[in-house]
């Protein structure tokens, strides 16, 4: 079954078909999350939405290297040059190490991707694990004419970039003279750039910066979008297949990150397809914690937050969020993750469906299976065309809940499937179980609970023996002890133990 993927990309705004530069291997790079506090529900969307992309490249046949990275050092506040670190700032308020902050929160952020059925990645770099690739890079940019020492700290000269031929701002089609117009000239520690628009490479540490290493201009750390440029050219090459991450990334800091790889030796755009998520609103408002409506991924799962009503479980999330295309926003309320809840549970539900679905005695099946065949066909066709397009899971998800449609009415009425071959069946049942479970990643969460339910079995037990009903009770016993249970009956009532044979 043959496939053409196409991707909209950010770089040129077109959707084209998906080509990679060395076929089969695809380089996938996701901009991971700064680790000094705890991921919000915004934060998932890119994982969640890459975790899809890869697992379909995977299904395609690709052979993917995924690398999303880890900010444990250089991001200051206000995403600026100027300010403390976001980690040291934590570090110094609770007098722990930065790298105690960065692990514990690191920790917790891969805790609840696994919760939302992400993959690990192939590569999960920190940028303090990789100082020596990023002095070397800017060591090549300075040597190339695109960057400036000053005071110990370097930076990179957008105007010598664009007065080269390259083209700053081509990916969010800013234009130069307007950043300019629209630029402070008193922000602090301005003085040390040429510029208002030049970045920082590497920033000279002051007496309270935590975090620091040894380089050719002063101790001090690298500047935060140089940290991927270095990292994804490590891992994927000069140039490779797909960037990605949120569309809030997109000015200054996947714009830095272009401008970076074409100041390098071997300049390049980084990455061929440039892909952005789009934001997260809270009832129709964006997501900040200044309005009081940010809601960690812990928070969500518990439901102690003040803007939700309920919990809501890992899996209802990651419906959720595939069911809007991963370019349109996404608007977080208790109607929408209900909803979300109760289509996820009609596809678990499709997919228990699925082993029940029997085809009837060869003889008993139609002599042309033909027009039942293309029907279905087409039905599972379908679920991969909102895939192709543009990884479209909205799209899908609707196709999927169709071709479940079409299962339900021949669970109901099992005589229509005599009009079906075996292999019709076959290949329907492979693809809504392939694209739920293995590519959209979506897997069962049961919802009852084994202690209520031995509980309940207990009741049965101790109601069969009060009537006598000797029968039933060692039938109930002997089905608790396959599950390795054994029933303890005692004047103080019935309970249970795990079997200890």
Request: glycine share 8%; aromatic share 8%.
């Amino acid at each position: 079954m043959q496939h053409s993927l196409s991707l909209y990309n950010t770089l040129t705004r077109q959707k084209a078909p998906f080509e990679p530069l060395h076929a089969p291997f695809v380089g996938v790079y996701l901009c991971g999350p700064t680790v000094y506090n705890e991921a919000h529900v915004g934060n998932a969307r890119g994982p969640v939405v890459f975790d899809v992309l890869t697992r379909y490249l995977r299904h395609l046949g690709y052979t993917v290297r995924y690398v999303r990275n880890i900010t444990d050092v250089g991001h200051l506040e206000g995403d600026a040059d100027e300010g403390e670190d976001k980690i040291g700032k934590i570090a110094r308020a609770r007098q722990l190490e930065p790298m105690e902050v960065a692990e514990g929160y690191t920790n917790l952020y891969q805790d609840h991707m696994a919760a939302l059925g992400c993959l690990p990645p192939d590569i999960t770099p920190r940028a303090s694990g990789h100082i020596i690739e990023q002095i070397e890079m800017i060591q090549q940019i300075i040597g190339n004419g695109f960057a400036y020492e000053s005071n110990g700290s370097v930076y990179f000269d957008v105007p010598a970039y664009n007065a080269a031929g390259r083209a700053y701002g081509k990916l969010s089609n800013r234009v130069v003279e307007e950043l300019l117009a629209g630029s402070r000239d008193n922000l602090a520690g301005q003085d040390e750039k040429r510029s208002p628009l030049d970045f920082a490479l590497w920033k000279k540490a002051d007496e309270r910066h935590l975090m620091r290493w040894p380089s050719p201009w002063s101790d001090g750390f690298p500047g935060w979008h140089l940290e991927c440029s270095a990292m994804s050219r490590k891992y994927l090459g000069a140039e490779f297949d797909i960037h990605g991450g949120g569309l809030d990334l997109m000015f200054p800091h996947h714009e830095c990150e272009i401008a970076q790889s074409q100041a390098c030796d071997h300049p390049t755009s980084e990455a061929r397809v440039w892909m952005h998520n789009n934001m997260i609103t809270v009832n129709g408002q964006k997501m900040s914690k200044s309005l009081g409506n940010f809601i960690t991924i812990s928070q969500l799962f518990s439901g102690e937050n003040t803007t939700l009503a309920q919990a809501y479980s890992p899996m209802t999330a990651r419906f959720f969020l595939l069911q809007a295309h991963y370019r349109s926003p996404v608007d977080i309320t208790d109607e929408g993750l209900l909803a979300a809840g109760k289509g996820y549970r009609k596809l678990m539900n499709g997919l228990r469906l699925l082993d029940k679905l029997r085809l009837p005695e060869a003889a008993e099946v139609a002599a042309d299976t033909s027009a039942a065949d293309a029907e279905l066909g087409k039905l599972a066709q379908d679920c991969y065309a909102g895939l192709n397009d543009d990884l479209n899971t909205a799209r899908t998800l609707a196709s999927l809940f169709n071709l479940l449609r079409k299962f339900n009415g021949y669970a109901a009425n099992p005589a229509t499937l005599a009009s079906l071959s075996p292999a019709a069946l076959a290949e329907a049942i492979a693809t809504y179980r392939t694209l739920v479970q293995d590519v959209l990643g979506l897997r069962d969460e049961p919802r009852a609970s084994a202690e209520d339910l031995l509980g309940l079995t207990l009741h049965f037990y101790q109601e069969a023996k009060t009537a006598k009903d000797y029968g039933k009770v060692d039938e109930i016993r002997a089905a608790l002890k396959q599950q390795g249970i054994v029933v303890k009956d005692s004047k103080a009532g019935v309970d249970w133990a795990y079997s200890e044979e």
